[in-house]
């Protein structure tokens, strides 16, 4: 790419970082109207859709030569960001925009900011060649993907499905995020996501005085109790599923027995053991990646200090693997409590929460190569390593609409991926300018290989 086109991403996509879009509450449209101006510029009619007041989405798209050949969606990808929780960490003012060190610094730089750049700039850059793709080139900005995506992707689809176009004809999309060095020459992509629910347990007891708690009925020592077995059940009973497992193992080429020992159901929790003592990183992505895990992190309950507790509640995040619904949840919160689930009342986390349910993409398909082949023409010799993600992201409404959706970017491969993991939605959140363009690159490869 040229100094100045690559130029441009980078003012865009500081502008972007100074708009400030921190969700809650949003204002996502003062991006999407920076967007829309910079794509105007280029000559490229957009539309933009106002789903609240300040908020809004945007979409673009160059027409499809032939009717029935499959579209690219750059996709969804948002514009909001997350709170900056403590502003004094920071190296440099979080929205500034900053450029130093080989890296532009701000929050939502890595999450997702830099996509949206250079999704947007590899768009116009494809207008401005008059690419006559044989199927659709699609555009998908969106907002309030922090936040559960309801005015965002979830609203579009709702609301403009038509503008997608997925209506008629098989479609793929490429959003957050991928394309980071897992080991040398293997890049991780995200083919699927593991789903989330948010479950209150509330346990009674009956009150008396402190001093004599013998045989009381404390709600607390429930929710201890409680604690204690969702977190051994998760860990020794729970079903153990090494699909994803085997997907990530295989993309790495690892040896036949470090193969088998991850990916044998029996020998698991013996691998595990061995891990979390060499390398505890590798052994909780495993862990998580076999299964559906509980987390019981806030627990509340109590009056007064010379009182036995008549109410206690704890709050589990909860993640699934894709196709586990909310019975499932349920069932095995139940097994894991035994006889003290006839105790218990389970209840949604009502303030802030949201659930979806896991999905996932082909790990291989005719798509996946022509990503891998995008990125050989920037890293030759280079590997995609599917991965399941454990977070939520805008990718799961579009595969609840049979679009292969999948996180994919190009990312410096001498930066580590614990950087990464520790950048976003951290202090001194940065992207290195390597890594703007080599995914500008890497998504205007894609189009011209998928599309022509």
């Known amino acids: 790419m040229s100094d100045s086109v690559l130029d441009e991403t980078f003012s865009l996509l500081t502008e972007l970082i100074q708009n400030k879009c921190v969700n809650p509450p949003g204002d996502e449209m003062k991006s999407i109207k920076s967007i829309e101006k910079f794509l105007k510029k280029k000559g ?43 502003l004094e960490d920071w190296d440099v003012d979080p929205f500034a925009g900053v450029i130093k060190d080989g890296y532009i610094w701000g929050r939502g730089t890595l999450d997702m900011l830099f996509i949206v750049a250079t999704q947007v700039q590899a768009f116009a850059k494809l ?5 006559e793709p044989k199927g659709d080139l699609v555009l998908f900005i969106v907002a309030d993907e922090e936040c ?28 957050e995020s991928g394309g980071i060095t897992i080991a040398p020459g293997k890049l991780i992509f995200i083919n699927g996501e593991k789903g989330i629910f948010l479950k209150r347990l509330k346990f009674k007891g009956t009150p008396g005085h402190g001093s004599m708690p013998y045989a009381s009925n404390n709600a607390i020592l429930k929710a201890s109790k409680a604690a204690t077995l969702l977190s051994d059940y998760c860990d020794k009973k729970i079903p153990v599923n090494t699909q994803y497992l085997s997907d990530l193992v295989k993309g790495m080429d690892m040896n036949f027995l470090t193969r088998f020992m991850i990916t044998k159901k029996k020998l698991l929790p013996f691998t595990l053991k061995i891990l979390k003592k060499r390398k505890p990183e590798m052994a909780k992505l495993l862990h998580a990646l076999s299964r559906m895990t509980i987390s019981p992190n806030i627990v509340k309950g109590g009056t007064k200090t010379n009182i036995i507790a008549t109410d206690a509640q704890l709050v589990l995040d909860i993640r699934t693997l894709p196709g586990q619904d909310e019975k499932y949840v349920i069932s095995h919160i139940k097994k894991a409590l035994g006889n003290l689930a006839e105790e218990v009342e389970i209840v949604e986390v009502e303030e802030g929460g949201f659930k979806s349910i896991g999905s996932a993409s082909p790990a291989n398909s005719d798509f996946v190569i022509m990503m891998e082949k995008a990125i050989q023409k920037e890293i030759p010799n280079a590997k995609l390593v599917p991965l399941v993600a454990m977070g939520a992201t805008d990718g799961r409404f579009l595969r609840e609409q049979n679009v292969d959706t999948y996180g994919y970017s190009l990312c410096d491969p001498d930066v580590p991926m614990n950087e990464y993991i520790e950048l976003i939605h951290g202090i001194n959140e940065r992207i290195s300018i390597k890594t703007i363009e080599l995914s500008l690159r890497v998504y205007y490869n894609l189009a011209k290989e998928f599309l022509t």
């Open 44 to 86: 490229v009619n957009c539309k933009t859709f106002e789903s609240a007041p300040n908020r809004g989405n945007l979409v673009a798209k160059i027409e499809g030569l032939e009717k029935n050949h499959p579209g690219l969606i750059f996709g969804p990808s948002h514009v909001d960001v997350v709170p900056v929780t403590k």
């Open 127 to 131: 207008h401005k060649e008059n690419f």
């Open 148 to 175: 559960g995506g309801m005015y965002g992707a979830k609203w579009m689809i709702d609301n403009h499905f038509e503008e997608l176009g997925f209506k008629n004809k098989k479609m793929y999309a490429v959003t």
